[in-house]
């Protein structure tokens, strides 16, 4: 794959200049990222796969090792099968992080919670097309409130639930594996979906970048990145690791030796 025009001298930008919790939330990165290149690759560590009981050491972790943001996981047992973690838990957590973190609502009716995410810290929050019927109000919401705002797809969402977000959204989330659980196998029709939504961005002249999320390793993540892909969200390739400080710096370059364009 071709390297985007100087995609590999280019230096890791810190997010949003290293502003994390104690920024305002339009200050603190997060997942579209604002000021970034296009075709930089972002790496985010998702907590999903980490050791709850010391989840600061995981933050610390993944800044030591050059990570672009943390991926909050919160589930509500209705929206998928499993329980996670919320408010109280990333308010302690954007206390000690310098890195953005970018909240994943995987919960039904996220309008109700999106205000408390973002007071306790959230730079981006993404919420799920299929967990709200008022879409566009649950976006703007979060743009409103300072966060950059994310849909995310699941993999049998069309992508045409997007078609008419395309000028709303700060980044789209394209679900790789059915959302619920780390360490699950990568769907690899996820791929010509990344494609159609990049057209499908682009066609609508917007420059928001796509972040995928599950099953991405150093084997799935050249082909999703060449697919136009450009946040990666790792949980298991990362925590489930023996050395996650070397798999973030591994997926990374497996990662940018293949950038789109
Ligand atoms: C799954 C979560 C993911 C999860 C990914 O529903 O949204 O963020 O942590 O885990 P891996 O990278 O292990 O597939
Ligand atoms: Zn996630």
């Given at each position: 794959?071709?390297?985007?025009?100087?995609?590999?001298?280019?230096?890791?930008?810190?997010?949003?200049?290293?502003?994390?919790?104690?920024?305002?939330?339009?200050?603190?990165?997060?997942?579209?990222?604002?000021?970034?290149?296009?075709?930089?690759?972002?790496?985010?560590?998702?907590?999903?796969?980490?050791?709850?009981?010391?989840?600061?050491?995981?933050?610390?972790?993944?800044?030591?090792?050059?990570?672009?943001?943390?991926?909050?996981?919160?589930?509500?047992?209705?929206?998928?099968?499993?329980?996670?973690?919320?408010?109280?838990?990333?308010?302690?957590?954007?206390?000690?992080?310098?890195?953005?973190?970018?909240?994943?609502?995987?919960?039904?009716?996220?309008?109700?919670?999106?205000?408390?995410?973002?007071?306790?810290?959230?730079?981006?929050?993404?919420?799920?097309?299929?967990?709200?019927?008022?879409?566009?109000?649950?976006?703007?919401?979060?743009?409103?409130?300072?966060?950059?705002?994310?849909?995310?797809?699941?993999?049998?969402?069309?992508?045409?639930?997007?078609?008419?977000m395309a000028?709303?959204?700060?980044?789209?989330?394209?679900?790789?594996?059915?959302?619920?659980?780390?360490?699950?196998?990568?769907?690899?029709?996820?791929?010509?979906?990344?494609?159609?939504?990049?057209?499908?961005?682009?066609?609508?002249?917007?420059?928001?970048?796509?972040?995928?999320?599950?099953?991405?390793?150093?084997?799935?993540?050249?082909?999703?990145?060449?697919?136009?892909?450009?946040?990666?969200?790792?949980?298991?390739?990362?925590?489930?690791?023996?050395?996650?400080?070397?798999?973030?710096?591994?997926?990374?370059?497996?990662?940018?030796?293949?950038?789109?364009?």
């Open positions: 794959m071709k390297l985007a025009d100087g995609a590999n001298e280019r230096q890791r930008v810190s997010p949003a200049n290293g502003a994390g919790h104690g920024a305002p939330a339009s200050e603190r990165g997060g997942a579209s990222g604002g000021a970034k290149p296009p075709g930089l690759i972002r790496i985010a560590p998702s907590l999903l796969s980490a050791d709850f009981a010391r989840l600061g050491e995981a933050v610390a972790l993944a800044e030591r090792a050059g990570a672009d943001m943390i991926h909050f996981d919160v589930m509500d047992g209705h929206f998928v099968p499993n329980i996670t973690i919320g408010v109280p838990v990333l308010a302690s957590l954007a206390r000690v992080s310098r890195l953005p973190i970018d909240v994943h609502l995987m919960i039904e009716q996220p309008d109700r919670f999106v205000e408390a995410f973002i007071a306790a810290g959230a730079a981006s929050v993404t919420v799920h097309a299929e967990a709200t019927v008022h879409l566009h109000r649950v976006v703007h919401l979060i743009k409103s409130l300072g966060a950059k705002a994310g849909v995310a797809l699941n993999p049998a969402t069309p992508i045409t639930a997007l078609e008419q000028g709303d959204v700060d980044y789209v989330l394209v679900m790789t594996v059915n959302p619920g659980f780390g360490g699950q196998t990568f769907i690899p029709r996820s791929e010509s979906k990344v494609r159609a939504v990049r057209e499908l961005l682009q066609r609508e002249g917007s420059a928001a970048p796509i972040e995928v999320d599950g099953g991405i390793d150093v084997r799935t993540a050249p082909g999703i990145v060449a697919a136009g892909a450009e946040i990666l969200v790792a949980g298991n390739a990362v925590f489930g690791s023996a050395d996650p400080e070397r798999a973030i710096r591994e997926l990374r370059a497996a990662a940018t030796a293949s950038v789109a364009r």
